[in-house]
Every structure is written in structure tokens, then in C-alpha cells.
């Protein structure tokens, strides 16, 4: 009875073997090593590839962390930049909350001034109706005074128009 090896299964051949038997033993141990070495020479192309892929990848990654590196500088600047920027902006803001709080001032006092002119407004107005009340009397007054020297014109006329007519004598006279 024949032996295999134990990784390909490979027929050992014994001495007791017939000839033929042993070179078709060797024929399909031939096959099986042709078989192996194929599988092997396909991961061998496989691996390199995959090598190939793994180095063309990690190359690419270098020059990625490359950039990385100087994106990072460039941010580091733009960032000491910006930082710079928020200082100047914190002193401008609180410049114009100091400001804002002096105009809040200013605008309180003309509100006061506001409400000041306001009440001597409103004293003015109280004058100025009580004098549109007077000068409506007055007109009225002023009216009747008009009416009555129309009829005083009037009662003239009726007079003089009376002297200007020649007398009649009375009858049986003339």
C-alpha cells in the first residue's frame, strides 16, 4: 500500500511497485506539484500586487500627511491670525460699549430736556387757547359792534336822505 506526503498528497512510490504504477504515480505527482506551483505563483502575483498597491498607497498617504503637515501650518498661522483678530475685536467692542453707555446718557438727559419742553408746551398751548378764546370774543364782539354800526349807517342814510328832500308845504299853502 502506497504512502502520501501530507501537504500535496504526493504518492510515494515503494519498492514493491510495479513500474507502470509508479510512473503514473509520478505523473500525477507531477500534475499536483504543477497544480501547487501554479496556486503559489498566483498568490506570489497576487501578494505583489497587493504590495505594489500597499506601497503605492502608503506613498500616496506620505505625500497626503505632506500636505497635511503644511495645511496644518498654514491653519496654525490663520489661526494665530484670527486670535489676533478676536483681541482687537474685544478691545473694539468693549471701546463701543463704553461709547454705547455714554450716548444711553446723552439720550436719557434729552429725554428729560424732551419731556421738560414738552410741559412748556403744553403751558404755551394753555396760553394760546385761552388767547384764541379771547380773540373769538373779541370777533364776535367786534361783529355785533359791526352789525350795529351798519344799522347806525343805515339809520344816517334814512336821515340825510330825509334832509335832502326838498320840504313840501303843507296843503293849501303853496
Known sequence: MALNTPNLKLVKPEI????????ANFAQNADKIDAATKQLQDKTASLQSNLDKTKQDVSNLRSSLD???????????????????VAT??????????????IESNISEINKD?????????????GLDEVKNKAQENKSAIEAM??????????????????????TPPEGEA
Open 16 to 23: 514493491t511497485d510495479k513500474i507502470d504504477v509508479s510512473i
Open 114 to 126: 424732551i419731556a421738560t419742553i414738552n410741559q412748556t408746551l403744553d403751558v404755551i398751548q394753555s
Open 146 to 167: 359791526q352789525t350795529q354800526l351798519n344799522q347806525y349807517g343805515e339809520r344816517l342814510t334814512a336821515l340825510e336822505n330825509l334832509l335832502k328832500e326838498p320840504e
Open 67 to 85: 500636505n497635511t503637515k503644511k495645511d496644518v501650518t498654514s491653519l496654525q498661522g490663520s489661526l494665530n491670525t484670527t486670535n489676533k483678530n
Open 89 to 102: 475685536n474685544k478691545s473694539e467692542i468693549a471701546s463701543n460699549n463704553n461709547r454705547i453707555n455714554a
